[in-house]
């Protein structure tokens, strides 16, 4: 039985997506490299921030998740996490609305527009087990893609 890992998402395949892995035996992280040419801007107030597609899905068990973290070299080169850091479900993997292609949001705050390359490193995945509490009321499935679970409001 697979546990996890990382595929190519739909639409992505034949475009030289090369899957991550980690840098060394005890690194924490699959560095996440970026799937296509993308200008991140200068932050100033009022920018959106800049999805950068990764071409990637991710399974994992269904008491688990993945976080996707900023890279340590990512902050000084000015690119910045819009949400901190990203949480995502194992419902995500092959939704309906975008197959689990996982994207990474950024601003950035350096002094000039960053021009990322496909293929450079952008991020980091790490795969986590998580908890839940005893009176856990959690239903439903999911209903779409990016920010999807907001469309799952009700809690019996």
Known sequence: MR????EVAKGWENRGIELPHRSTAHSAGYDIAAADDVVIPTFRPGIKPTFIPTGLKAYCQSDECYYIFNRSSGSSKGIVLA?????VDAD?????????HFQVLAFNVADHDLHI???????????????????????????????????NKEVK
């Open 83 to 87: 949400n901190g850091v990203g949480v």
């Open 92 to 100: 995500y993997y092959e939704n309906s609305n975008n197959d689990g």
């Open 117 to 151: 390359k496909k293929g450079d490193r952008i991020a980091q995945v790490i795969f986590q087990k998580f908890l839940t509490v005893d009176d856990d009321v959690a239903h439903g499935a999911r209903q779409g893609g990016f920010g999807s679970t907001d469309n």
């Open 3 to 6: 546990e996890r890992g990382f």
